[in-house]
């Protein structure tokens, strides 16, 4: 029984995508991330069964009263060298040294046997206290001594209410996504860059031919590049994670947040960055099939044009109202990376990314068919490379 | 189940690859292209595959009462002339995904890649990756992956290149088996003898028009040059040879030896009394022109024909 142009097609995408799937590696890297995340899981988990209690000695100058829950402070008036014997003895944790009393305030020296993540906030805690017992000789009040503890309340209001609130955080996603739809894009580069010239020096492609449609082909290429681009995205994301995850717990003993995730976008990027590694697989897998030989090709650059909607709306990341932006998120060539973008750092109304993700649909339907047009007649030309004259009149028009 | 060829013409730019070119195969039967580099087969079995599309006349396979312009995928079984699987993977990955893109369940793929190894002693190396095996046998798993899907038409253009003359032998079997099986095989070749012992019909084409069409009977009958005379004198008379209007094709073989061209259209009578006038006849041989002689003239004629062609025209015109 003759296969359907769906079954083939999958089979095609298989083929192609376990071609480049290791499973060594990819087991040793799943296996590293679950490592991590263990470690996290468990920091956090010990953490908040043990209660961190530092031992520090301090030699203050004059008295000292000095309270905090996580360190408990001994007053010592040994010397410098028997205290630090006993910091390496582990009797202290820290030892303190007021070294001198010449300005308001003293100067301090900590010593530590090691780095420690403790550390900074041990300095905190010294500071406010000595910052909190100088204003106190000051006479000055209890609101007083707030308001110079608090300092200014800064707040930044724009005309344009369609700017996000938290703007660091969204300028942070909206530049992530730009580099996640850029790592599927490289990832689909460099795979069909080989897989495409080389079944073409391999001269696998009549053999092809008499099995399946170029455009079955090209569908199945496409859709296996596709999986190790969104492979490779989603790993990113989650090492991503991993490491802030890891910074945060592990080195600076805070807790996972991940607020900064705005749920009720997610789903738009996903769509978007899908849209786009399509687009852009669909442009490469054509112009790579016109390289006969990779090593002297001056097409394999052309196959970084997909790459130029990502780098323009970079460009404009800065004005996320103007007109530049508003048109590149709606134009359907740049669409897959500018509204996303958009997206993450203005409210935008609902019309607009459906709009755009309509048009994207559409422009990747008649870039399927192009391409395949492309890809058809430049895989079966051997021993010359086709004009770009002649490619932009495949694209258009099959010849055949 | 016909393959009909109307006066099919395919140009590239200014050069005509295939000229108003005719012939039909009938299911069943192995067909040979014949000719030299050049000739227009690879054009000609790059339309019958719907690669390409002719730009005059029509091709037409009626396939149980459906009419394709092509031998549509479903039916094909292809070995192209430029030869390629995929190097990395293994010999028996290669062959079942190229019969499970024809169509074939994966068990059904797997028995009958085994069944075709075994058959060409290759079953031990299946798992091997195919790069380590010699080209010889890279050929054969390449031809089998032609045929692995019991395709009704084969197209399989030098099936024969690469291969020890053991190994031509066995190709020769496994074109025998096809046709057994009722395959209709098309083959393109160099090696004469080969397609002389293999193909019922075959059609000879030289830049582009075919030259010779039919069994190789036909063909005899078709050419100008249907056999040879080996005359052998005592002494031969060379200055008689040179000035006497014999109408003969002479070549000189040795001192004693002459080997005359005969033409259907010749008397032996008249032919034997011009060569007695060349010295003393001590023997003489005839015998039938093989494929590879008859293909040899055909050529060279058709070349001499094709050169005088636009001087005619000319003067017509």
């Known amino acids: 029984m003759p296969k359907s142009s769906i079954q083939q097609t999958w089979l095609v995408a298989s083929w192609e995508f376990l071609h480049f799937f290791k499973w060594k590696q990819e087991i040793i890297s799943k296996l590293i991330m679950v490592g991590i995340a263990l470690v996290v899981f468990l920091w956090q988990t010990v953490k908040h069964d043990y209660t961190d209690e530092y031992k520090v000695a301090i030699k203050p100058v004059g008295e000292l009263t000095l309270n905090s829950d996580k360190f408990v402070f001994d007053e010592v008036t040994k010397d410098l060298s028997e205290l630090k014997e006993e910091l390496k003895n582990e009797t202290w944790d820290a030892v303190v040294i007021e070294t001198s009393q010449q300005g308001v305030l003293p100067n301090l020296h900590i010593y530590s046997r090691d780095k420690q993540s403790w550390i900074n906030e041990l300095r905190s805690v010294l500071k406010n206290h000595y910052k909190d017992s100088y204003s106190q000789t000051l006479g000055l009040s209890e609101s007083q001594l707030a308001a110079i503890r608090t300092g200014a309340t800064l707040k930044i209001e724009y005309l344009d209410k369609t700017v996000k609130s938290k703007e660091k955080t969204s300028e942070a996603v909206a530049i992530g996504m730009l580099i996640i739809i850029a790592v599927g894009v490289f990832t689909s580069f460099g795979q069909l860059f080989v897989s495409v010239t080389g079944e073409k020096q391999q001269r696998v492609t009549e053999q092809l031919y008499s099995c399946i449609s170029p455009q079955t082909w090209i569908d199945g290429k496409i859709i296996g590049q596709m999986l190790h681009a969104i492979k490779a995205m989603v790993t990113m994301v989650i090492t991503f994670m991993l490491v802030m995850a890891f910074t945060t717990v592990v080195l600076n003993g805070g807790s996972v947040d991940f607020s900064f995730i705005d749920w009720g976008l997610l789903p738009w990027l996903i769509l978007f960055a899908v849209t786009g590694v399509y687009f852009c697989t669909c442009i490469m897998a054509s112009i790579a099939a016109a390289i006969d030989d990779p090593n002297h090709s001056g097409k394999s650059a052309m196959m970084m044009l997909p790459l130029l909607p990502l780098i323009i709306t970079f460009i404009t990341l800065e004005s996320p109202s103007g007109w530049a932006l508003t048109f590149l998120s709606m134009f359907p060539l740049t669409a897959f990376a500018a509204m996303p973008v958009k997206m993450s750092l203005i409210d935008v109304p609902l019309w607009q990314p459906i709009l755009a993700l309509i048009l994207t649909v559409l422009t990747c339907v008649y870039i399927r068919k192009a391409a395949a047009r492309l890809f058809k007649m430049c895989m079966t030309m051997y021993g010359k490379e086709p004009s770009i004259l002649d490619m932009c009149r495949w694209f258009i028009k099959d010849p055949t | ?317």
Request: glycine letters at 6%; proline letters at 3%; a negative charge.
């Open chain 2, 1 to 317: 189940m016909e393959l009909t060829v109307n006066q099919v013409t395919k140009t590239y730019g200014d050069l005509t690859a295939v000229n108003a070119l005719s012939f039909h195969v009938s299911q069943g039967e192995i067909f040979a292209l014949l000719g030299p580099n050049g000739a227009g087969k690879s054009s000609l079995v790059r339309m019958l595959t719907g690669f390409t599309h002719p730009d005059d006349g029509q091709i037409s396979l009626n396939l149980a009462g459906q009419f394709f312009s092509h031998i549509p995928s479903q039916a094909l079984g292809y070995l192209p002339e430029d030869r390629g699987l995929y190097p990395e993977k293994s010999v028996l990955k290669n062959l079942v995904y190229f019969a499970r893109l024809h169509g074939m369940s994966k068990a059904d793929a797997q028995q009958e890649a085994t069944q075709w190894l075994e058959k060409f002693d290759l079953s031990d190396r299946l798992d091997e990756q195919l790069k380590s095996l010699s080209k010889g046998n890279q050929q054969k798993v390449q031809l089998i992956s032609a045929v692995i899907h019991n395709p009704k038409w084969v197209i399989l253009d030098e099936p024969f290149s690469g291969l020890d003359p053991v190994n031509q032998e066995k190709v020769v079997e496994f074109l025998t088996e096809l046709k057994a099986k009722g395959m209709t095989v098309i083959l393109s070749a160099h090696q004469m003898a080969m397609v002389e012992k293999l193909a019922d019909r075959m059609l000879l084409m030289n830049l582009g028009e075919a030259v010779f069409y039919g069994s190789l009977h036909d063909i005899r009958q078709q050419a100008a040059t249907n056999a040879v005379l080996k005359v052998t004198y005592d002494t031969i008379d060379r200055l008689k040879i040179q000035s006497s209007d014999h109408g003969l094709t002479i070549e000189q073989l040795t001192e004693e030896s002459l080997q005359v061209l005969l033409q259907p259209s010749q008397s032996i009578n008249d032919v034997l009394a011009s060569l007695t006038t060349f010295g003393n006849i001590k023997s003489v041989h005839s015998q039938s022109l093989d494929l590879h002689q008859l293909y040899l003239h055909a050529i060279s004629k058709h070349k001499e024909e094709k050169q005088q062609r636009p001087a005619k025209e000319k003067q017509y015109a």
